[in-house]
């Protein structure tokens, strides 16, 4: 690209983007405080539109402007005289400011404001004249009818905006003067009135203007548009509407129209539907074919398609509650009558607010609603419907939803802000299931507010400890208890089966593998019992779960959870029965056991039923059958039996294949996990278990309650427990392996990793055209899969022209986002083939030094011209290289040299064909003077390719000259008397100085772009090999053309693809940073900046060289352009997890359309001949084609969904003016945003709110389009889908996008985009896709190790990991990202996430429940990927990892789960089990496997069982009982689940990467890592489920180059890993200070270091991740600050972060309810056994093991509590009597040395004694610390608290301690340091900051 061509490319983005530095699209001044007119102020928009006016003409006519803000005051006065509304009062100050500061500016005077109506009559007709009013309009048709594709659309554009603008300025000062006086000369009256009409194309539009049809959009000329337009106009049978409704001049009276009117709707909400409604059916009729433009008539096929997907959610509940729909006969609706259903829906749900959530109570208002139009139908006039009538008018708002919204709020607000039990209170999915029923249809119609469904709960009581809620409505059908037996309750097959296969494994061991004998065939019958007897537990927990809905829920519901009780109880006792009677009289000699045979029957038919009833519905056609059977008696009551039956959860079964692949994968499974059980766990227990309950009576070291008479129950349970846990937990280690393995052969198949080095890239280069052509371009008719050898060329010719263009935009983005340089863009760029070169050109990366390398072969050759040629082919692009060097020049030369300079050319090259063809060119040609042949092209070529002087041409003809001299005198040696005439013309011609002497100098663009190129070819002499450097390139560009060989659905025409939207919901995080964000130091001195030049050091440099800076440029250098400043905010920010990356990123989405639909601009009939035409690829100006952008329009729109913008405008925050200046560089972002009016009623401010949707405007802010009333706040449940749900109506399309704010896109994956859409009609089973799963690539994986870490796992899941998921085990979720929707499907089923507070805290996994139990299908696609940014510190993946497992404990109690659990197949609810809450209950179940073994020998250590067991081993030899005693640990099997992280690198990056990769993990300390985050998960995951507490944590999503103080560490880490780590610890101690282990030292490294490693970890990872964590001077103010907020006592209103008092109330929060305290009771008791054991082991006590001994212990504990009062007595009660309390201490700490000595010198007690006491005690008071905790309440009723709180103070100061000293020692050893920074971030940085540590004197608190 030229340099010219390249900077009107800029100008003309820059015109279309808008491009604003403090300036706006014109170049004025953006100023005043236009845009932040507070939204309380009613009229609010005609107040902005007079201040921004004000602004515009503000240097134009000082004293006018100061009219118009004058006006726009006194406007804000009437409407708020008092200034009561929100922000009234600040604005009306500072526009009092800004008019003082106009009269400031005047000329000296008075102001004679009698004048002001005669100024601003003047000031019109004199701002008309100025900007030529009358011309404007006219100019710009005159460039619309110049052509689409012409180059002045720059022009167009900015004519446009300044036509806008004026007319705008026109319309306000027109207001102005109406408004002011009605003494209006008529003339200037007519005129204004002309004026104003002129800007109908002014009123706020989305994307079709149907209100204010404009030219300047072309989407309203297409005739897909105009069909469903059409489609709309109110027909014959809608009755007449009111001579006074009121209907826009500019558009005809529609069905929408009539419903508005009858119903009351809101403008704004039909307006949003009306072009909802266009779109889908526009849309539709486009992907069946284009209307004929003449008659554009909408397709009675799109219209019944719309109508099935908009409405089929209501058919099915109609057919479940077995009620005829609203129409008779679905064949009998007429087309009109569809699109008035349809509407009428999507009217509902849009203004239906929080009630969206309820899809079911939506078809239950839309039921009623549409009898009532069908009986105003049958009217000659329309009247308001009666049930949205009231003395107020008609409003559906405030008559059918408010209702519902105050009920569900009233819920809401009783759930004491996520506090409550789920059990106290209705959550939407209660609401919901309320219309599951026919009872739905007592609420009538319109409503019956008195039934008990409209109950709005009295407060709940604050009493902590008995938290009853008053008088309420109970729950529906389903009641979240918070309970670990949830994971029973609703996977109780999975836990049945594992039960009775251990149970079967053990009899086969027990029985010595004997499976023949009597005996064990009468052992596995005992299965039997088993069985029931766990069925009959499952029944028990139906009748508790089921507590608190009793009242509510369907009788039939209730009938079957308590028929099912009786059924198992008399099952149980019965099977029971039969069992021990039959083996009681079985086991009796020559026994013919009668019982015992009909207990055989009665379990063989039994077992035989259920295998024979699942096996039948795993055939889809009994599935459908039964389905069909449903409303018959017996069917109905077989199911009912069966399972629940729900309006969700029917019919989920998969295709027969589907189920085959899944289930033998299970099998595989379990075949592994059963062996490894038996082999491995079971079979070598089963001699020593024997062996310990024979032995003889053991002597105990302490007093023993529990082991005497029980055949030592305990040491057995100490030895079975560990085995046990890790029986429950290695499926899922299994099920990773399998799915790793698994997933690496699907990838392998579906090619991924084919290309992952930039050598492959260039190896395959050639074959990506026809690749993209067969992929991502549009189906080309009669194309052939093999062409003849001659159409081989043209074929690849033309594959390679189509593809150029996108590879060459993809070029172009990769140097916009500064990833290569603009050398590297030159080579990288690819010719367009389009000229007449017989051959494909491709890019110089891949040619560049190849001619260089051929002429050495040529010159060296000594071989046959076969032999030369089959050199140089070796190489392809060698090969390619000299056949482009040889047609180039004869291109070139031909076009440039006339009359006998063009003979001499075809003369020699006539002579070289015929030497090739003869196979003598290495005869006939001097090929060792191929060097002078090329220096004398290349000096041809670079004067040609300079602009045309006299010297250069000049220069040219002698360059020519020489090379003709060359030619003829030292490479020809052919015989020349053959061609006798033309050489001796040429040679006459050489010598007379006519040969050469004009050229016609390159004027034609292909030929000019051939000359560089040519140059290029013959002067780059390096290799273009690495060629692009930056390795985020490089992966980019591997991905893509790898992807073009993936299996993807053709792609259809931009015109006829699928609709989508893109949805990013945002809060307040940053959007785009500003030079304080990026220029501020922490106490390093280290800045944002400066730590982005230092990560991406070559970015940093092309982002200088593209803004015309030079390399070396300081930063400050920049900080004098403002242009410049906003570029680098954006390069900063497009390098972090900002707003500003991911709406850039989801751009591409609209700029890979309009360049795919200006590339096909054609019909659909015309393909073939659009194709082949000259400028198919000519790219020019594509962002500017009016056409291209009505299309990208049609098929996208992007909405970020910012909840508070409208309070950041308010508040002018910076993030609002960013926001602003996002919409006005990108003309179709829109932002959605609830709006918070405070309003005057009756003296008292009332809140309103509103859902708003707006856009970019001229004048640099933005536009409203839409704002729709809500009934109330709309924050019932989590923020999240709360904000989602608002903005939802605002979408449109048949898909939608789900993407979060730390997301990114890339312009060459938006390409591929369309393939994906069409996976919704591809078969992905037995039914049609729902969601299509998308990969995700982490961008933040290059930050630092942790993140590294964090990348790496992330990745392993979202590819390897939902590959299998989604193919074959069919349970992928919906895990929040880059997910993209069937978008009607959804938005009538819910919508796309769950909101309940806190159950929904993972709001994203629900919408992949909902779709599975609504008989939806997710799928999972890896051709296309979204970017995605992750946490990079350790505290912010804790928080983070802390919140994804407090949400799958609240996913452990939902309904979803639960059903999802019982509904499932038995291998489809393994699958899902052990991908989402059964993974954490296994991670649990890791940690728990620690504590079981740990505390097992903990016992045998202190009981003395173990040391007993041990020596009589060695004394019977008994070598099994041994090795179980002395088992490593068998849960360092969790080794294995790193085998998909491992796969999932060979599979992408080869072998070799991923063993670099490994081993520079584990040096980085990944293992640490890892073990910290199980440790984190076990936490959440535990505490979620026993107490509650899960909430959304921010995460802050910013780079961690800050270093974390020690107390913020232990704040975070305390009670989730410090206390654990060394509870661990503790156990580690006293095992090697009191058991017994033969293998000595080694024997316990061996047996401990997992569990060693563990607790370091935990206790040690927050500090070894933590920047700067062992600098010494660091260190020191660690110290004094934790030691500042150990001691500081707080108060009201003091945080946790300032105060342990205030932070240790803040821990114990979650224990609320009486369960809770119970059960961290029980949990604490395990802290008693430490003493019990280890008073009975000291030396004083001698041999007796009497309760004494436990008993004195107790006594010396209180002696030691008593002690510690005395020395903690509180200052300020004793502040009388100092001198006592002194003294008193004093005298107890000489009373307490000297009776320890005493008891050391007489007695036995040893010094070794008083450290194991301090051992036996520290457990035992953290015990009764944590008891008293749990019942803080109690404990401050008894005075108590302030000693517990005391003791927790001591406790806390000695943990950190523990944890501070190693740290202070490291700290001492600088080394340790540099080592830390180099393990945490990349050598460039760790240099950087090194450096920076220098520069800054190694003072981190020096101001830099």
């Given at each position: 690209?030229?340099?010219?061509?390249?900077?009107?490319?800029?100008?003309?983005?820059?015109?279309?983007?808008?491009?604003?530095?403090?300036?706006?699209?014109?170049?004025?001044?953006?100023?005043?405080?236009?845009?932040?007119?507070?939204?309380?102020?009613?009229?609010n928009g005609d107040i902005d539109a007079i201040l921004r006016a004000a602004d515009e003409i503000q240097e134009e006519d000082p004293n006018v402007s100061r009219i118009l803000c004058e006006h726009a005051y006194s406007l804000a006065q009437n409407l708020d005289p008092n200034s009561e509304g929100r922000g009234v009062l600040q604005f009306k100050t500072g526009l009092m400011s800004v008019i003082k500061q106009k009269l400031a500016k005047r000329e000296v005077g008075t102001i004679d404001r009698s004048q002001d109506i005669t100024r601003l009559q003047e000031f019109y007709k004199r701002y008309r004249e100025k900007n030529n009013v009358d011309k404007l309009r006219e100019e710009e048709m005159l460039l619309r009818e110049s052509g689409v594709f012409s180059g002045r659309l720059g022009e167009l554009e900015r004519k446009t905006v300044k036509r806008k603008r004026v007319f705008a300025t026109l319309k306000v000062l027109g207001m102005v003067l109406e408004q002011l006086t009605q003494e209006i000369p008529e003339e200037l009256k007519q005129v204004i009135d002309s004026d104003a009409a002129m800007t109908d194309d002014l009123v706020a539009y989305n994307i079709v203007p149907l209100d204010s049809p404009t030219v300047a959009n072309a989407i309203v000329s297409f005739p897909e548009v105009q069909a469903a337009v059409s489609a709309l106009k109110y027909f014959g049978d809608l009755p007449r509407l009111p001579e006074d409704f009121p209907i826009p001049p500019s558009r005809n009276v529609d069905m929408l129209d009539f419903l508005h009117f009858v119903f009351g709707f809101q403008k704004d909400n039909v307006s949003n539907q009306r072009e909802h409604i266009v779109l889908l059916l526009a849309n539709e009729q486009s992907q069946l074919d284009i209307p004929d433009e003449n008659e554009p008539k909408l397709g009675e096929a799109a219209v019944q398609r719309v109508f099935m997907k908009s409405l089929d959610n209501y058919i099915k509940w109609c057919d479940y509650l077995?009620?005829?729909?609203?129409?008779?006969?679905?064949?009998?609706?007429?087309?009109?009558?569809?699109?008035?259903?349809?509407?009428?829906?999507?009217?509902?749900?849009?203004?239906?607010?929080?009630?969206?959530?309820?899809?079911?109570?939506?078809?239950?208002?839309?039921?009623?609603?549409?009898?009532?139009?069908?009986?105003?139908?049958?009217?000659?006039?329309?009247?308001?419907?009666?049930?949205?009538?009231?003395?107020?008018?008609?409003?559906?708002?405030?008559?059918?939803?408010?209702?519902?919204?105050?009920?569900?709020?009233?819920?809401?607000?009783?759930?004491?802000?996520?506090?409550?039990?789920?059990?106290?209170?209705?959550?939407?999915?209660?609401?919901?299931?309320?219309?599951?029923?026919?009872?739905?249809?007592?609420?009538?119609?319109?409503?019956?507010?008195?039934?008990?469904?409209?109950?709005?709960?009295?407060?709940?009581?604050?009493?902590?400890?008995?938290?009853?809620?008053?008088?309420?409505?109970?729950?529906?059908?389903?009641?979240?208890?918070?309970?670990?037996?949830?994971?029973?309750?609703?996977?109780?097959?999975?836990?049945?089966?594992?039960?009775?296969?251990?149970?079967?494994?053990?009899?086969?061991?027990?029985?010595?593998?004997?499976?023949?004998?009597?005996?064990?065939?009468?052992?596995?019958?005992?299965?039997?019992?088993?069985?029931?007897?766990?069925?009959?537990?499952?029944?028990?927990?139906?009748?508790?779960?089921?507590?608190?809905?009793?009242?509510?829920?369907?009788?039939?519901?209730?009938?079957?959870?308590?028929?099912?009780?009786?059924?198992?109880?008399?099952?149980?006792?019965?099977?029971?029965?039969?069992?021990?009677?039959?083996?009681?009289?079985?086991?009796?000699?020559?026994?013919?056991?009668?019982?015992?045979?009909?207990?055989?029957?009665?379990?063989?038919?039994?077992?035989?039923?259920?295998?024979?009833?699942?096996?039948?519905?795993?055939?889809?056609?009994?599935?459908?059958?039964?389905?069909?059977?449903?409303?018959?008696?017996?069917?109905?009551?077989?199911?009912?039996?069966?399972?629940?039956?729900?309006?969700?959860?029917?019919?989920?079964?998969?295709?027969?294949?589907?189920?085959?692949?899944?289930?033998?994968?299970?099998?595989?499974?379990?075949?592994?996990?059963?062996?490894?059980?038996?082999?491995?766990?079971?079979?070598?227990?089963?001699?020593?278990?024997?062996?310990?309950?024979?032995?003889?009576?053991?002597?105990?070291?302490?007093?023993?309650?529990?082991?005497?008479?029980?055949?030592?129950?305990?040491?057995?349970?100490?030895?079975?427990?560990?085995?046990?846990?890790?029986?429950?937990?290695?499926?899922?280690?299994?099920?990773?392996?399998?799915?790793?393995?698994?997933?690496?052969?699907?990838?392998?198949?579906?090619?991924?990793?084919?290309?992952?080095?930039?050598?492959?890239?260039?190896?395959?280069?050639?074959?990506?055209?026809?690749?993209?052509?067969?992929?991502?371009?549009?189906?080309?008719?009669?194309?052939?899969?093999?062409?003849?050898?001659?159409?081989?060329?043209?074929?690849?010719?033309?594959?390679?022209?189509?593809?150029?263009?996108?590879?060459?935009?993809?070029?172009?983005?990769?140097?916009?986002?500064?990833?290569?340089?603009?050398?590297?863009?030159?080579?990288?760029?690819?010719?367009?083939?389009?000229?007449?070169?017989?051959?494909?050109?491709?890019?110089?990366?891949?040619?560049?030094?190849?001619?260089?390398?051929?002429?050495?072969?040529?010159?060296?050759?000594?071989?046959?011209?076969?032999?030369?040629?089959?050199?140089?082919?070796?190489?392809?692009?060698?090969?390619?290289?000299?056949?482009?060097?040889?047609?180039?020049?004869?291109?070139?030369?031909?076009?440039?040299?006339?009359?006998?300079?063009?003979?001499?050319?075809?003369?020699?090259?006539?002579?070289?064909?015929?030497?090739?063809?003869?196979?003598?060119?290495?005869?006939?040609?001097?090929?060792?003077?191929?060097?002078?042949?090329?220096?004398?092209?290349?000096?041809?070529?670079?004067?040609?390719?300079?602009?045309?002087?006299?010297?250069?041409?000049?220069?040219?003809?002698?360059?020519?000259?020489?090379?003709?001299?060359?030619?003829?005198?030292?490479?020809?040696?052919?015989?020349?008397?053959?061609?006798?005439?033309?050489?001796?013309?040429?040679?006459?011609?050489?010598?007379?100085?006519?040969?050469?002497?004009?050229?016609?100098?390159?004027?034609?663009?292909?030929?000019?772009?051939?000359?560089?190129?040519?140059?290029?070819?013959?002067?780059?002499?390096?290799?273009?090999?690495?060629?692009?450097?930056?390795?985020?390139?490089?992966?980019?560009?591997?991905?893509?053309?790898?992807?073009?060989?993936?299996?993807?659905?053709?792609?259809?025409?931009?015109?006829?693809?699928?609709?989508?939207?893109?949805?990013?919901?945002?809060?307040?995080?940053?959007?785009?940073?500003?030079?304080?964000?990026?220029?501020?130091?922490?106490?390093?001195?280290?800045?944002?900046?400066?730590?982005?030049?230092?990560?991406?050091?070559?970015?940093?440099?092309?982002?200088?060289?593209?803004?015309?800076?030079?390399?070396?440029?300081?930063?400050?250098?920049?900080?004098?352009?403002?242009?410049?400043?906003?570029?680098?905010?954006?390069?900063?920010?497009?390098?972090?997890?900002?707003?500003?990356?991911?709406?850039?990123?989801?751009?591409?989405?609209?700029?890979?359309?309009?360049?795919?639909?200006?590339?096909?601009?054609?019909?659909?009939?015309?393909?073939?001949?659009?194709?082949?035409?000259?400028?198919?690829?000519?790219?020019?100006?594509?962002?500017?084609?009016?056409?291209?952008?009505?299309?990208?329009?049609?098929?996208?729109?992007?909405?970020?969904?910012?909840?508070?913008?409208?309070?950041?405008?308010?508040?002018?925050?910076?993030?609002?003016?960013?926001?602003?200046?996002?919409?006005?560089?990108?003309?179709?972002?829109?932002?959605?945003?609830?709006?918070?009016?405070?309003?005057?009623?009756?003296?008292?401010?009332?809140?309103?709110?509103?859902?708003?949707?707006?856009?970019?405007?001229?004048?640099?802010?933005?536009?409203?389009?839409?704002?729709?009333?809500?009934?109330?706040?709309?924050?019932?449940?989590?923020?999240?889908?709360?904000?989602?749900?608002?903005?939802?109506?605002?979408?449109?399309?048949?898909?939608?996008?789900?993407?979060?704010?730390?997301?990114?896109?890339?312009?060459?994956?938006?390409?591929?985009?369309?393939?994906?859409?069409?996976?919704?009609?591809?078969?992905?089973?037995?039914?049609?896709?729902?969601?299509?799963?998308?990969?995700?690539?982490?961008?933040?994986?290059?930050?630092?190790?942790?993140?590294?870490?964090?990348?790496?796992?992330?990745?392993?899941?979202?590819?390897?990991?939902?590959?299998?998921?989604?193919?074959?085990?069919?349970?992928?979720?919906?895990?929040?990202?880059?997910?993209?929707?069937?978008?009607?499907?959804?938005?009538?089923?819910?919508?796309?996430?769950?909101?309940?507070?806190?159950?929904?805290?993972?709001?994203?996994?629900?919408?992949?429940?909902?779709?599975?139990?609504?008989?939806?299908?997710?799928?999972?696609?890896?051709?296309?990927?979204?970017?995605?940014?992750?946490?990079?510190?350790?505290?912010?993946?804790?928080?983070?990892?802390?919140?994804?497992?407090?949400?799958?404990?609240?996913?452990?109690?939902?309904?979803?789960?639960?059903?999802?659990?019982?509904?499932?197949?038995?291998?489809?609810?393994?699958?899902?089990?052990?991908?989402?809450?059964?993974?954490?209950?296994?991670?649990?179940?890791?940690?728990?496997?620690?504590?079981?073994?740990?505390?097992?020998?903990?016992?045998?250590?202190?009981?003395?069982?173990?040391?007993?067991?041990?020596?009589?081993?060695?004394?019977?030899?008994?070598?099994?009982?041994?090795?179980?005693?002395?088992?490593?640990?068998?849960?360092?099997?969790?080794?294995?689940?790193?085998?998909?992280?491992?796969?999932?690198?060979?599979?992408?990056?080869?072998?070799?990467?991923?063993?670099?990769?490994?081993?520079?993990?584990?040096?980085?300390?990944?293992?640490?890592?890892?073990?910290?985050?199980?440790?984190?998960?076990?936490?959440?995951?535990?505490?979620?489920?026993?107490?509650?507490?899960?909430?959304?944590?921010?995460?802050?999503?910013?780079?961690?180059?800050?270093?974390?103080?020690?107390?913020?560490?232990?704040?975070?880490?305390?009670?989730?890993?410090?206390?654990?780590?060394?509870?661990?610890?503790?156990?580690?101690?006293?095992?090697?200070?009191?058991?017994?282990?033969?293998?000595?030292?080694?024997?316990?490294?061996?047996?401990?270091?997992?569990?060693?490693?563990?607790?370091?970890?935990?206790?040690?990872?927050?500090?070894?991740?933590?920047?700067?964590?062992?600098?010494?001077?660091?260190?020191?103010?660690?110290?004094?600050?934790?030691?500042?907020?150990?001691?500081?006592?707080?108060?009201?209103?003091?945080?946790?972060?300032?105060?342990?008092?205030?932070?240790?109330?803040?821990?114990?929060?979650?224990?609320?309810?009486?369960?809770?305290?119970?059960?961290?009771?029980?949990?604490?008791?395990?802290?008693?056994?430490?003493?019990?054991?280890?008073?009975?082991?000291?030396?004083?006590?001698?041999?007796?093991?009497?309760?004494?001994?436990?008993?004195?212990?107790?006594?010396?504990?209180?002696?030691?509590?008593?002690?510690?009062?005395?020395?903690?007595?509180?200052?300020?009660?004793?502040?009388?009597?100092?001198?006592?309390?002194?003294?008193?201490?004093?005298?107890?700490?000489?009373?307490?040395?000297?009776?320890?000595?005493?008891?050391?010198?007489?007695?036995?007690?040893?010094?070794?004694?008083?450290?194991?006491?301090?051992?036996?005690?520290?457990?035992?008071?953290?015990?009764?610390?944590?008891?008293?905790?749990?019942?803080?309440?109690?404990?401050?009723?008894?005075?108590?608290?302030?000693?517990?709180?005391?003791?927790?103070?001591?406790?806390?100061?000695?943990?950190?301690?523990?944890?501070?000293?190693?740290?202070?020692?490291?700290?001492?050893?600088?080394?340790?340091?540099?080592?830390?920074?180099?393990?945490?971030?990349?050598?460039?940085?760790?240099?950087?900051?090194?450096?920076?540590?220098?520069?800054?004197?190694?003072?981190?608190?020096?101001?830099?």
């Open positions: 690209m030229s340099r010219v061509e390249d900077l009107w490319e800029r100008l003309v983005r820059a015109a279309l983007r808008r491009e604003r530095t403090g300036k706006d699209a014109l170049g004025q001044p953006v100023s005043g405080i236009a845009g932040y007119v507070p939204s309380s102020l009613a009229n077995c009620i005829q729909p609203v129409w008779s006969s679905l064949e009998a609706v007429g087309k009109e009558k569809k699109i008035l259903f349809v509407s009428l829906y999507l009217l509902i749900w849009g203004e239906a607010a929080n009630i969206r959530f309820l899809p079911e109570c939506l078809c239950y208002i839309f039921h009623h609603m549409a009898r009532e139009m069908d009986e105003i139908l049958r009217q000659q006039t329309a009247q308001p419907a009666n049930s949205c009538t009231s003395e107020n008018g008609v409003s559906f708002l405030d008559q059918v939803i408010t209702p519902l919204y105050e009920v569900v709020a009233a819920e809401a607000a009783n759930n004491d802000n996520g506090r409550a039990p789920h059990s106290a209170w209705r959550n939407y999915d209660d609401f919901n299931e309320y219309f599951w029923s026919l009872h739905c249809f007592e609420l009538s119609w319109p409503w019956r507010k008195s039934s008990s469904f409209f109950l709005k709960p009295t407060p709940r009581s604050k009493n902590l400890l008995n938290p009853g809620g008053g008088k309420r409505r109970g729950k529906t059908s389903f009641v979240e208890h918070r309970s670990f037996l949830h994971l029973y309750h609703s996977f109780h097959r999975l836990w049945i089966f594992l039960v009775m296969m251990f149970q079967g494994l053990a009899i086969i061991g027990f029985n010595d593998e004997n499976i023949n004998s009597k005996k064990f065939l009468r052992e596995v019958l005992s299965l039997g019992p088993t069985y029931v007897v766990m069925k009959f537990f499952e029944s028990v927990l139906d009748v508790l779960m089921m507590y608190g809905a009793y009242s509510t829920s369907r009788r039939l519901a209730v009938s079957r959870i308590f028929l099912r009780f009786i059924w198992f109880s008399f099952a149980s006792v019965f099977i029971t029965f039969l069992y021990v009677k039959g083996v009681q009289e079985d086991s009796k000699p020559n026994a013919r056991s009668i019982i015992f045979r009909l207990y055989v029957i009665v379990i063989g038919i039994y077992a035989g039923f259920q295998f024979f009833l699942s096996f039948l519905m795993r055939i889809p056609a009994c599935h459908r059958l039964t389905n069909q059977c449903d409303r018959w008696p017996l069917m109905r009551f077989i199911h009912w039996m069966r399972e629940e039956r729900y309006y969700v959860g029917r019919g989920m079964y998969e295709r027969s294949t589907d189920f085959i692949k899944y289930m033998l994968f299970w099998l595989v499974i379990l075949c592994g996990k059963f062996s490894f059980a038996y082999f491995l766990q079971i079979k070598p227990l089963v001699k020593p278990t024997r062996y310990i309950v024979d032995m003889d009576a053991i002597e105990y070291s302490w007093h023993d309650f529990v082991s005497r008479n029980n055949h030592h129950a305990l040491a057995v349970a100490s030895l079975w427990a560990p085995v046990i846990a890790i029986y429950l937990l290695d499926i899922y280690i299994f099920c990773t392996l399998m799915s790793a393995v698994y997933g690496f052969l699907l990838g392998a198949r579906d090619r991924l990793g084919e290309i992952r080095s930039v050598e492959a890239v260039h190896a395959r280069f050639e074959e990506f055209p026809r690749a993209f052509m067969d992929t991502l371009h549009v189906p080309r008719p009669n194309r052939t899969s093999h062409p003849l050898s001659g159409q081989a060329v043209e074929e690849k010719k033309f594959d390679a022209a189509r593809f150029s263009p996108f590879w060459n935009e993809i070029i172009k983005n990769l140097r916009e986002e500064d990833y290569i340089t603009n050398q590297e863009m030159e080579l990288l760029l690819m010719p367009k083939n389009s000229g007449s070169l017989p051959l494909v050109q491709w890019p110089l990366f891949l040619l560049a030094s190849k001619i260089f390398y051929a002429k050495d072969i040529a010159v060296e050759s000594r071989d046959s011209q076969d032999e030369l040629w089959e050199r140089i082919s070796r190489d392809e692009y060698m090969k390619y290289a000299v056949e482009e060097f040889y047609h180039t020049l004869k291109f070139i030369l031909t076009e440039t040299l006339e009359a006998e300079g063009r003979m001499w050319v075809e003369r020699i090259y006539d002579d070289i064909n015929v030497s090739v063809e003869k196979r003598s060119i290495h005869v006939d040609f001097q090929l060792t003077k191929l060097p002078l042949v090329i220096s004398r092209v290349t000096a041809l070529m670079g004067v040609l390719k300079e602009a045309e002087t006299p010297v250069l041409q000049k220069g040219a003809v002698q360059a020519v000259q020489d090379l003709y001299d060359v030619v003829r005198h030292d490479v020809l040696s052919i015989n020349m008397r053959e061609n006798y005439e033309t050489w001796n013309l040429l040679s006459k011609a050489r010598t007379e100085g006519r040969l050469f002497s004009k050229l016609k100098w390159p004027k034609d663009a292909e030929l000019k772009a051939q000359v560089k190129r040519l140059h290029s070819l013959l002067t780059i002499k390096d290799s273009a090999s690495n060629i692009p450097r930056n390795l985020e390139a490089r992966r980019r560009l591997e991905f893509f053309t790898n992807s073009l060989f993936m299996d993807m659905p053709p792609a259809k025409p931009a015109r006829e693809m699928l609709s989508f939207c893109v949805f990013t919901p945002y809060y307040s995080e940053i959007v785009l940073y500003s030079m304080d964000e990026l220029l501020k130091k922490n106490e390093d001195g280290i800045s944002i900046l400066f730590y982005l030049q230092k990560i991406y050091p070559d970015e940093w440099k092309n982002f200088l060289s593209r803004i015309g800076r030079d390399e070396n440029s300081q930063d400050t250098e920049l900080f004098d352009s403002p242009s410049d400043i906003l570029e680098l905010r954006f390069w900063a920010s497009y390098r972090a997890q900002t707003l500003a990356r991911t709406v850039r990123g989801m751009m591409y989405y609209r700029k890979a359309l309009m360049l795919q639909a200006y590339l096909e601009r054609m019909t659909s009939g015309d393909t073939e001949a659009a194709l082949s035409s000259l400028d198919a690829t000519d790219t020019q100006g594509f962002e500017l084609s009016r056409e291209a952008r009505a299309h990208a329009d049609l098929k996208f729109t992007y909405v970020v969904t910012s909840q508070i913008y409208g309070k950041q405008k308010e508040d002018q925050k910076p993030e609002a003016a960013d926001i602003a200046l996002l919409m006005q560089r990108n003309e179709a972002l829109r932002v959605a945003f609830i709006d918070d009016v405070e309003t005057l009623k009756d003296g008292k401010v009332h809140r309103e709110f509103y859902s708003k949707l707006v856009k970019g405007d001229i004048n640099g802010k933005d536009k409203e389009i839409y704002s729709i009333k809500l009934p109330g706040n709309p924050k019932l449940g989590e923020g999240k889908p709360e904000n989602q749900n608002h903005a939802v109506i605002f979408t449109r399309g048949n898909a939608i996008q789900t993407i979060d704010m730390n997301q990114d896109n890339y312009f060459e994956e938006a390409l591929k985009m369309r393939n994906l859409l069409e996976e919704f009609h591809a078969d992905h089973g037995i039914r049609p896709p729902t969601i299509l799963g998308v990969r995700e690539h982490v961008f933040t994986g290059s930050v630092s190790s942790l993140a590294s870490f964090m990348s790496n796992q992330e990745t392993s899941f979202v590819t390897l990991g939902q590959r299998v998921l989604a193919n074959p085990l069919k349970c992928r979720m919906h895990y929040g990202h880059p997910d993209v929707f069937d978008r009607v499907f959804h938005i009538t089923r819910g919508g796309i996430s769950k909101a309940s507070r806190v159950i929904n805290i993972s709001e994203d996994i629900y919408a992949g429940f909902n779709t599975t139990l609504r008989q939806g299908n997710v799928t999972h696609h890896e051709y296309i990927q979204v970017g995605k940014g992750r946490d990079v510190g350790l505290n912010q993946i804790a928080v983070f990892e802390g919140k994804v497992a407090g949400g799958n404990g609240e996913q452990v109690l939902s309904r979803d789960v639960y059903r999802l659990g019982q509904l499932f197949d038995f291998f489809r609810m393994m699958s899902f089990y052990f991908t989402t809450v059964g993974y954490y209950f296994c991670t649990m179940l890791t940690v728990l496997t620690v504590y079981a073994f740990l505390y097992g020998k903990t016992y045998l250590a202190l009981s003395g069982v173990g040391e007993e067991l041990q020596v009589r081993a060695q004394v019977t030899e008994n070598t099994a009982l041994t090795a179980a005693l002395n088992t490593q640990f068998l849960f360092q099997i969790g080794i294995f689940t790193a085998v998909p992280m491992v796969l999932g690198i060979i599979l992408e990056q080869g072998f070799l990467a991923a063993v670099v990769n490994f081993i520079t993990m584990q040096l980085q300390l990944c293992s640490v890592f890892f073990t910290f985050s199980l440790g984190t998960r076990t936490h959440y995951f535990g505490r979620t489920i026993l107490h509650g507490g899960a909430r959304y944590q921010a995460t802050g999503r910013g780079f961690v180059v800050r270093h974390i103080k020690f107390s913020e560490n232990y704040r975070l880490y305390s009670r989730s890993h410090f206390v654990k780590g060394l509870e661990v610890v503790l156990l580690l101690i006293v095992y090697i200070a009191y058991g017994y282990n033969e293998g000595g030292t080694l024997g316990y490294i061996l047996l401990s270091i997992s569990s060693w490693f563990m607790a370091l970890s935990w206790l040690f990872a927050p500090y070894l991740f933590n920047p700067s964590g062992f600098e010494w001077q660091k260190v020191v103010e660690d110290f004094r600050d934790w030691t500042n907020w150990l001691f500081y006592r707080g108060g009201i209103g003091v945080k946790g972060e300032e105060s342990w008092e205030a932070w240790w109330d803040e821990e114990l929060s979650h224990i609320r309810t009486f369960s809770g305290r119970i059960a961290e009771t029980i949990l604490s008791v395990r802290f008693f056994i430490f003493q019990y054991g280890i008073v009975y082991k000291l030396n004083i006590q001698g041999s007796d093991t009497s309760l004494t001994v436990y008993g004195l212990s107790w006594v010396v504990f209180a002696v030691l509590i008593l002690l510690f009062k005395v020395f903690t007595f509180s200052q300020k009660i004793s502040v009388n009597f100092q001198l006592l309390l002194r003294f008193i201490q004093g005298l107890s700490l000489l009373v307490a040395l000297a009776g320890l000595s005493v008891a050391v010198a007489i007695t036995k007690l040893s010094i070794p004694d008083v450290f194991a006491c301090i051992l036996a005690f520290v457990p035992t008071g953290w015990g009764i610390l944590c008891i008293a905790s749990a019942w803080k309440p109690l404990m401050k009723k008894l005075g108590l608290w302030k000693s517990v709180r005391s003791i927790a103070r001591l406790y806390d100061a000695g943990m950190g301690m523990l944890i501070f000293i190693p740290i202070a020692m490291f700290s001492w050893f600088p080394f340790i340091s540099t080592f830390q920074t180099r393990l945490m971030f990349n050598q460039a940085f760790s240099r950087g900051l090194e450096i920076s540590l220098i520069l800054a004197g190694n003072n981190p608190n020096t101001e830099m």
